[in-house]
């Protein structure tokens, strides 16, 4: 199972955490990061042997990428590929091969609904290089889409997330939105992991496919949470 975890955010916190991931998602400086932090993040997943993917967010350094814009699909394709490259240059003087694409925030909440704006990110993706694997919401209409275009997809789920009915992921203005709980968090990747399913804020339990766990790096339990869920997953 790969464990995927959002990066190059300004927390500071990646060597330790490198240890226990598969795959980086790195800031490209829209939401947050610049081409210094960038490269340190690289460099750190060429020591690691963890995968380089790109980040691409809406350009909203003030909200943090989570302020949802209505922008037009031309405009979207082109965000995403400029942020795209700018991954790409800071990548190859180093080394390093990108090896995903997931998009942030609003970007990735908003995508996994309306096909028009996945299907605008998706085809940056695909032209920009369609040997990408396209991270995106589980069973969402951005998996559909990136699947649509011919890119390859990994259905993506969260540690430290909860769930609605309907397989989105609860609104960060909720205040049940994250589990800091570890116990709690290690009950819902294990249901992942065994059963694809998950336990939605009602207590119904949904399927969704599981090809890759999210962490997120600026979260509070951030570095216990992926020592618990690396851990765990190795004793299974």
């Not at 920009?128 to 699947?147: C, H, K, R, T």
């Not at 969704?208 to 951030?222: K, V």
Request: net charge negative.
């Amino acid at each position: 199972m790969d464990i995927n975890c959002d990066m190059g955010e300004g927390i500071g916190n990646e060597e330790l955490l490198m240890p226990y991931i598969d795959s980086a998602n790195i800031a490209c400086g829209y939401h947050a990061g610049d081409e210094e932090t960038m490269q340190e993040v690289i460099m750190l997943c060429l020591k690691y042997n963890v995968q380089i993917g790109a980040h691409p967010s809406f350009f909203d350094r003030k909200n943090f990428g989570r302020t949802e814009m209505q922008l037009p699909a031309a405009e979207v394709y082109e965000l995403v590929t400029s942020q795209l490259l700018l991954m790409k240059k800071m990548a190859l003087p180093c080394g390093g091969k990108l090896h995903h694409v997931k998009p942030h925030g609003a970007l990735y909440n908003m995508a996994a609904k309306d096909a028009v704006l996945a299907s605008a990110i998706t085809r940056a993706v695909k032209d920009f290089d369609d040997n990408l694997i396209f991270y995106g919401l589980s069973g969402s209409v951005m998996i559909a889409e990136a699947a649509k275009s011919g890119l390859q997809t990994a259905n993506e789920v969260f540690a430290d997330r909860t769930y609605q009915p309907d397989g989105s992921l609860t609104s960060r203005s909720l205040t049940n939105a994250l589990i800091q709980d570890k116990d709690l968090m290690l009950v819902q990747v294990l249901k992942f992991v065994n059963e694809n399913k998950v336990r939605t804020i009602t207590g119904q339990e949904i399927g969704l496919l599981a090809d890759t766990i999210c962490i997120h790096g600026d979260g509070e339990h951030a570095l216990e949470f992926a020592r618990s869920i690396f851990k765990k997953l190795h004793e299974s």
